[in-house]
């Protein structure tokens, strides 16, 4: 398969940092609501809030997840870097598969469930456990997620374990 040019490489890896820019500051964005916006008043308030978590999560984070995914598949596939032929490129497409899921088994369900129960319930979903355990669970998903992603952008500057991963 041919290759990109240098300059095919650089499009490529500015497309790529816009959709990590993405990713990441949705991920940031939304803990940051989650964590820090105060107590909800009414249940229309917080019917609102759960909505805008998923507004957040439908138009940022996914399509930056996504964007990664499709130009870490072209940077991997039409450069010089391959998918495997270094560890911290290898650490990075596992990291990057495993979040996605992690976002689509794990946090995605959380946050959507949310509007359901604080439309049905007000604010006396506050008292849900099923809704409680859901936030909990969006607040550890969504740290262990910025940090996941915090550890892939410091490999792809550092590139420690240069070494290539030797072949089979």
């Given at each position: 398969?041919?290759?990109?040019g240098?300059?095919?490489?650089?499009?490529?890896?500015a497309?790529?940092?816009?959709?990590a820019?993405?990713?990441?500051?949705?991920?940031?964005?939304?803990?940051?609501?989650?964590?820090?916006?105060?107590?909800?008043?009414?249940?229309?308030?917080?019917?609102?809030?759960?909505?805008?978590?998923?507004l957040?999560?439908?138009?940022?984070?996914?399509p930056?997840?996504?964007?990664?995914?499709?130009t870490?598949?072209?940077i991997?596939?039409?450069?010089?870097?391959?998918?495997?032929?270094?560890?911290?490129?290898?650490?990075?497409?596992?990291?990057?598969?495993?979040?996605?899921i992690?976002?689509?088994?794990?946090?995605?369900?959380?946050?959507?469930?949310?509007?359901?129960?604080?439309?049905?319930?007000?604010?006396?979903?506050?008292?849900?456990?099923?809704?409680?355990?859901?936030?909990?669970?969006?607040?550890?998903g969504g740290?262990?997620?910025?940090?996941?992603?915090?550890?892939?952008?410091?490999?792809?500057?550092?590139?420690?374990?240069?070494?290539?991963?030797?072949?089979?």
């Open positions: 398969m041919k290759k990109f240098k300059t095919g490489q650089k499009v490529l890896k497309v790529h940092l816009l959709m820019g993405l990713w990441i500051g949705g991920a940031v964005g939304l803990n940051l609501m989650i964590i820090l916006l105060g107590p909800a008043t009414s249940g229309e308030e917080l019917f609102g809030y759960n909505m805008s978590v998923i957040v999560d439908d138009l940022v984070i996914i930056g997840a996504m964007g990664c995914l499709v870490g598949l072209l991997s596939g039409l450069t010089p870097w391959g998918f495997f032929k270094h560890r911290w490129v290898a650490i990075k497409w596992l990291l990057t598969v495993f979040c996605i992690f976002g689509i088994v794990v946090l995605g369900p959380t946050v959507n469930d949310q509007p359901q129960y604080s439309q049905e319930y007000g604010l006396q979903a506050l008292n849900n456990p099923e809704y409680m355990a859901n936030y909990f669970y969006s607040i550890l740290i262990f997620q910025m940090l996941a992603l915090s550890f892939m952008v410091i490999i792809s500057v550092f590139k420690p374990w240069r070494k290539s991963v030797p072949a089979a």
